[in-house]
DNA sequence: AAGTGGTCTAGACCACTCT
DNA sequence: GAGTGGTCTAGACCACTTG
């Protein structure tokens, strides 16, 4: 594999303040390429917070002196990390850390009838925290039995329930939302996540299977216990890769679809 | 939308030996880059079938000579077709006419229990000349009823059934399939079209649903009529975006399986 | 007007593949 | 060794956003 298709694999420690180093170009190590090595080392300093999602990090001129390389070359840096979805950048504006998803919409999978205002109408069912079932524990990359913080949901379009949700969230990361208010709480979770954990959900993985439906999610779903249904088993994971919620998303398989492209 | 961002929307009229224009830099189009037009006038080229797929193009060197440019902006102009997926570029060797799809397997949608070969067996059950259906021929983008070569497959891992498939085929680009002998076809399509047709599908478009399977296809597969099924509904087109190929494919719902990642 | 990212140039040097 | 693509530089100029 080309060392730099993942620059992200081996990490130079560079000192806190590069301005400290001695004279000279950056020390590319032997087999990877100058950019992948200044990719890696922005990545750490952004998961380290030196500048916190939705900031501005320095001009790419700045960092191109503060790393003593040519101007082309920090900003091919910078574009891996951009393809990485860490950062954007905005013309004429500056470079920035991306907040996270602002949604990660189940509807995507599922085509029903009503327009829809978008994003669907949440209600929550139960909030318990609860030890980590085997698969849930398994996903997330805890132990067998710790304390997740679930949430049960109900998504609604046009008053008309559409998905059942079963949601298991990392302890102690959204602590906060434990013995929360939960009649502020919006329909969307990350943005709440975000707002109200510092949690900030980067990248989701979703696994799609086929199931039937429990009797309990068939009559949450008004459809008959049996039905066939479409499992959506989501991991969330933040910037530094921690899975910080596995969700199980069930839904009509009738109302199902889906489009790939391949290339 | 940024005007680079589809850099083949509108395309130079470029003569066919650049050599021969006038000195001087190329006339970059108000509002868009100069690599996106050269992006632009190289697929013409390409399309034009002045490199056929698998052939080398010049080097980068040349073509920015001939183009005029810098070889930094060539360099950026074929990165942009790489990333199309129309051309690859292999350090050492040149860059070459990607010669299309060596398959896009049905199969990394489903898990079957066998470990399985990797190519599951073709058996070819039908081959007719028939009109088109009405969704065939509005995904194909041709009359209602235009003739179309129709292949009828029993697709096996391990000697096992697992899909049955419905592919309706353009004509009269696959007319050479019409009367050929089949006893040498292979286990791939793609590979065929591009032997005997010429013709190479360059981007596949999978619509995912879920259904239920008809008496023949259950016999087929050894399962009830009625059982649930995945239907994928592939729409394959070739280099110039014609749509060479719709498909239906349906296999074990309880089979399926699929995973998405979100960034 | 000042500061940012985006484009383009011209050239050096390196790494890889073939003969 | 000749030819290819990949990296890196140093600098000019343009386009966009903001005060």
């Known amino acids: 594999m ?7 694999g081996k990490v130079v420690a560079l000192p806190a303040a590069p301005r400290d180093r001695p004279a000279g170009p950056v020390p590319a190590e ?16 952004v998961l380290a917070g030196e500048w916190p999602p939705g900031s501005a990090m320095p001009s790419e001129q ?15 840096a910078l574009e891996w990390l951009v393809n990485d979805g860490l950062i954007e950048r905005i013309h004429g504006r500056g470079t920035f850390v ?52 679930r949430l049960q949901r109900l998504r609604s379009l046009d008053g008309q329930p559409c998905l059942v949700e079963d949601i298991w969230l ?15 709480w919006g329909d969307l979770l990350y943005p709440m996540l975000a707002q109200r954990c510092g949690v900030h959900v980067h990248r989701a993985v979703d696994d799609i299977t086929f199931g039937t439906l429990g009797s309990v999610q068939a009559r949450l779903l008004g459809l008959m216990p049996g039905h066939p249904c479409v499992l959506v088993t989501r991991c969330a994971h933040d910037m530094t890769g921690c899975c910080v919620e596995v969700r199980f998303t069930r839904g009509d398989a009738q109302a199902f679809h889906y489009s790939v492209t391949i290339t």
Chains 1, 2 share one sequence.
């Open 2 to 8: 080309n060392p730099n298709s993942d620059p992200f």
């Open 98 to 149: 991306r907040s996270g998803l602002a949604g990660a919409p189940m509807l995507r999978f599922f085509r029903f009838g009503g327009a829809g205002s978008g994003v669907p109408h949440s209600l929550i069912r139960s909030r318990q925290v609860q030890p980590a079932p085997a698969e849930v524990a398994r996903r997330m990359g805890i132990g067998r039995g710790e304390a997740c913080l």
């Open 62 to 76: 700045t960092l191109a002196t503060e790393h003593r390389v040519a101007l082309g070359t920090m900003r091919r």
């Open 170 to 184: 990392r302890l102690p990361l959204v602590q906060a939302l434990v013995a929360d208010e939960m009649g502020q």
């Open 30 to 45: 032997p087999g990877r390429s100058r950019y992948a090595s200044l990719a890696a080392a922005l990545r750490e300093r």
